[in-house]
């Protein structure tokens, strides 16, 4: 059974928002809703500047907040560690909005929850998902965590660090960032400058 997780090397993306475009046509992502989005930050002041292009979408927790808060048992995790949402069994009633750290979680004109899926469909025919696929830069990886051998694996093995977001909330994400361009790791709000 793998144990699917994604890791994104910031060190190459470029912030360029191919992957979030390659995910809204996939997945057929509603006008103003999104499953994955770049933030873009500068950081420390001149002559030491570095900017973070940073894609953020469902980490796909190894410990989602998101799945016990759900009454109806809609927002659930898979064997396979990816967490999910079925329309058909979710009332929207918004708890797993609430409890994602994360803001992954939308409410999808359809009348239900929505979010990133790892693109569990293509998964399932072996393909790797979109944003993957379409990277220019290479800097996304996939694969399953307990094969030495994957990509993902690979990638956290080689990288210099390994940030996760927010690790303070136990939330054990599956979407590890790699060589965060600041040596402070991953940028964090109160760090932004707003001038
Ligand atoms: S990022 Fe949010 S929606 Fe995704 S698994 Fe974690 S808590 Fe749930
Ligand atoms: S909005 Fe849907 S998936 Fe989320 S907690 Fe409510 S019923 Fe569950």
């Not at 144990?3 to 995910?23: E, N, W």
Request: hydrophobic residues 35%.
């Amino acid at each position: 059974m793998p144990r699917y997780a994604m890791a994104i090397d910031l060190s190459l993306c470029v912030g360029c928002a191919a992957c979030a475009v390659a995910c809204k046509m996939e997945n057929e992502v509603p006008p103003g809703a999104f499953n994955l989005w770049i933030r873009e930050r500068e950081l420390g002041t001149f002559p030491d500047l570095t900017v973070e292009f940073r894609p953020e979408q469902c980490l796909h927790c190894e410990n989602p907040p998101c799945v016990p808060v759900c009454p109806t048992g809609a927002s659930y995790q898979t064997p396979e560690g990816l967490v999910l949402v079925d329309p058909k069994k979710c009332i929207a009633c918004g708890a797993c909005v609430a409890a994602c750290p994360y803001d992954a979680r939308y409410l999808h004109p359809g009348g239900y929850v929505s979010k990133c899926t790892f693109c569990a469909h293509r998964l399932a025919q072996g393909k790797v998902p979109a944003c993957v696929e379409t990277c220019p830069t290479l800097c996304r990886t996939f694969g399953d965590l307990d094969d030495p051998n994957s990509p993902v694996s690979q990638a956290l093995r080689q990288a210099n660090r390994v940030d996760v977001l927010r690790p303070e909330m136990h939330t054990r994400p599956k979407l590890f960032y790699l060589n965060a361009p600041s040596k402070k790791g991953l940028s964090k709000e109160s760090e932004v400058r707003h001038d």
